[in-house]
Nanobody, 115 residues
Framework: QVQLVESGGDLVQPGGSLRLSCAASTSIFSIYIMGWYRQAPGKQREMVAT???????NYLDSVKGRFTISRDNAKRTVYLQMNSLKPEDTAVYYCNAKLGLTTYWGQGTQVTVSS
């Protein structure tokens, strides 16, 4: 069982920045595909960004150029740097870890973009 603990969610004004962190409990963190997903009220959960063990990245079109996913295998942590935040980025953000057919989720962290 892998525990994922997110942090960094907050209330921020439009145009602001936040960095989310997700710490994983597994000693084999480096081989997991890590990702950030989000779910806004009344909407389905959607993929925001993923990063492989080879650090190949993939992004939701609406966040390209504004968000950056990165990982620090020594710290067993994945990050999501979010810049130029918009009200439509408001959601609960979830950390995700995948290895083969096994998937783990964190408990989520709230990001609210509002003036």
């Amino acid at each position: 069982q892998v525990q994922l603990v997110e942090s960094g969610g907050d209330l921020v004004q439009p145009g602001g920045s936040l960095r989310l962190s997700c710490a994983a409990s597994t000693s084999i963190f480096s081989i997991y595909i890590m990702g950030w997903y989000r779910q806004a009220p009344g909407k389905q959960r959607e993929m925001v960004a993923t990063i492989t063990f080879g650090e190949n990245t993939n992004y939701l079109d609406s966040v390209k150029g504004r968000f950056t996913i990165s990982r620090d295998n020594a710290k067993r942590t994945v990050y999501l740097q979010m810049n130029s935040l918009k009200p439509e980025d408001t959601a609960v953000y979830y950390c995700n870890a995948k290895l083969g057919l096994t998937t783990y989720w964190g408990q989520g962290t709230q990001v609210t973009v509002s003036s």
